[in-house]
């Protein structure tokens, strides 16, 4: 069993900062790549930024200068820092992690979180 549970959501201004986090647990060999997606009232999930084993990083268009992601492999955790936040950036935030539970396995399987709701609203 793995799970993923994020946490640091909330009601935030806009132009306000949150950090979300979200930790990975279970029977974990190593965890590729992990990220954060979001999904809107009405729209369709998309990726917000996702990070590789090693530290690189990628971002949507929306949020480069604005987000930044990182992790502690140590804790298997990612975290991500929204600064500037608006009210487009309103949604559930998922985490997402590739993450292998077995040495045969050769890239990892896709797991997912229950989200956390970012609310941005004066």
């Known amino acids: 069993q793995v799970q993923l549970v994020e946490s640091g959501g909330g009601l935030v201004q806009p132009g306000g900062s949150l950090r979300l986090s979200c930790a990975a647990s279970?029977?974990?060999?190593?965890?590729?790549?992990m990220g954060w997606y979001r999904q809107a009232p009405g729209k369709q999930r998309e990726l917000v930024a996702r990070?590789?084993?090693?530290?690189?990083?990628n971002f949507a268009d929306f949020v480069k200068g604005r987000f930044t992601i990182s992790r502690d492999n140590a804790k298997n955790t990612v975290y991500l820092q929204m600064n500037s936040l608006k009210p487009e950036d309103t949604a559930v935030y998922y985490c997402?992690?590739?993450?292998?539970?077995?040495?045969?396995?050769?890239?990892?399987?896709?797991?997912w979180g229950k989200g956390t709701l970012v609310t941005v609203s004066s």
């Open positions: 997402n992690a590739v993450i292998r539970r077995s040495y045969y396995e050769v890239y990892g399987t896709d797991y």
């Open positions: 279970g029977s974990i060999v190593n965890i590729n790549a």
């Open positions: 990070i590789g084993s090693g530290g690189s990083t």
